[in-house]
Structures are given as structure tokens and as C-alpha cells.
């Protein structure tokens, strides 16, 4: 069964780090663009990080820029997302996601999407 399972929310003050983890079964990341996607109460869900599927290049939303840093573990299954000097509007559930067909994560084009974890930054 294919499936994508995040970890690793929770409950921090601003400037706080967290590191969000997504494991893969049923299958594994090779080949496909993989990346984290966040929907903030009230927002529509938008793009935050993205490995092309082809180079392994990266990309970032400016709001994250310089703050996150994704990677991928050399087993290919388990996907992550470093969040640094967390702020407030960090405030979302976390989704990562999976894309056979596409060299970047387009959210409408994602085969594979996990549950999803709460991030909650406040003081």
C-alpha cells in the first residue's frame, strides 16, 4: 500500500526549530518530484519546498527562504523538512507529497499526499 506518513509537528515558541519527517512505504522517492505543502487556517494550501525529481535541485517560497532547508535520506524513503527561526505565520498543517510525472511539485498534479502534521509557532 502506498502511502506517506508525516511526523514531527508540534507546539513551538517564535525562533524555535522543528524538523518535520515524511516516510514513504509501498514505494520509494526515486523518480519523483517530492516536497512539503502547508495550508494555514483560513488559507488556501500553498507550496513550500519541492526536490526536483530529475537533479535533486531544490526550491523554497520566499516566506521560507534561508529558514528551511529540505532533504531526502540516501535510502529514498523518508523525506524532511529543517525548520528554523520559526515565526507565527509558520502556523499550518504540513503535507508532503509525491509526483511521478512532474519534475516539480505542482499541487494539483501530486499522486501521493500524506495526512498531514499541525505546526503550531506561538508564545
Known amino acids: 500500500q502506498v502511502q506517506l506518513v508525516e511526523s514531527g509537528g508540534g507546539l513551538v515558541q517564535p525562533g524555535d526549530s522543528l524538523r518535520l519527517s515524511c516516510a514513504a512505504s509501498?514505494?520509494?522517492?526515486?523518480?519523483?518530484?517530492i516536497g512539503w505543502f502547508r495550508q494555514a487556517p483560513g488559507k488556501e494550501r500553498e507550496g513550500v519546498s519541492c526536490i526536483n525529481s530529475v537533479d535533486g535541485s531544490t526550491t523554497y517560497a520566499k516566506s521560507v527562504k534561508g529558514r528551511f532547508t529540505i532533504s531526502r535520506d540516501n535510502a529514498k524513503i523518508t523525506l524532511y523538512l529543517q525548520m528554523n527561526s520559526l515565526k507565527p505565520e509558520d502556523t499550518a498543517v504540513y503535507y508532503c507529497?509525491?509526483?511521478?510525472?512532474?519534475?516539480?511539485?505542482?499541487?494539483?498534479?501530486?499522486?501521493?499526499w500524506g495526512k498531514g502534521t499541525l505546526v503550531t509557532v506561538s508564545s
Open positions: 507529497a509525491a509526483d511521478r510525472g512532474s519534475s516539480w511539485c505542482v499541487d494539483a498534479a501530486m499522486d501521493y
Open positions: 509501498g514505494f520509494t522517492l526515486d523518480y519523483y518530484a
